[in-house]
């Protein structure tokens, strides 16, 4: 489904399982370039050392590449299932403050994956991402490896939210 940045954001927020664990869209960039996201440290998702649960930084890092790939595949035409294949992470600091991370998409990584689907049908690539603390200080890094596949005749869309 096709929606507006502004759509996709607010029904992002009040998702309850980013929501409950206290993860923040703060914009989708125009055409769906980019995500800035923010994970609040917050009573929901604080561990007994009083940094941001690890499984909430987890939480917050899955969805958003396969996200952009969908909005900008079905923007250029390719009907394609997208999804985060596997993924990595690396905690270096504790999360003491709030935490927040901006992913942006490249044309070179748009014309990769559209070169992919159009010969074999699928794309399947890793992205790094850097979450940073309110002093930008580095805290965490993951590795997120993102599947596209285009869809079968007669296949339908399966919305989650």
Wanted: glycine share 6%.
């Amino acid at each position: 489904m096709i929606v507006s940045e502004r759509t996709l954001k607010w029904a992002m927020c009040f998702y309850p399982p980013l929501l409950f664990q206290r993860i923040w869209v703060k914009r989708f960039h125009p055409g769906f370039l980019g995500v800035d996201v923010k994970i609040s440290n917050s009573f929901l998702n604080r561990n007994y050392n009083g940094s941001i649960f690890g499984g909430s930084i987890y939480a917050a890092t899955d969805p958003f590449y396969a996200i952009l790939f969908d909005q900008l595949m079905q923007r250029r035409g390719f009907k394609v299932r997208v999804w985060l294949k596997s993924a990595s992470i690396q905690y270096l600091k504790p999360g003491l403050t709030d935490l927040h991370f901006t992913l942006k998409i490249t044309d070179e990584m748009i014309i990769e994956a559209e070169d992919a689907l159009t010969e074999k049908g699928k794309f399947v690539m890793a992205y790094p991402m850097e979450l940073f603390n309110k002093e930008g200080e580095l805290c965490a890094t993951v590795m997120n490896e993102i599947y596209l596949r285009t869809k079968f005749p007669g296949e339908k869309q399966k919305v989650a939210i």
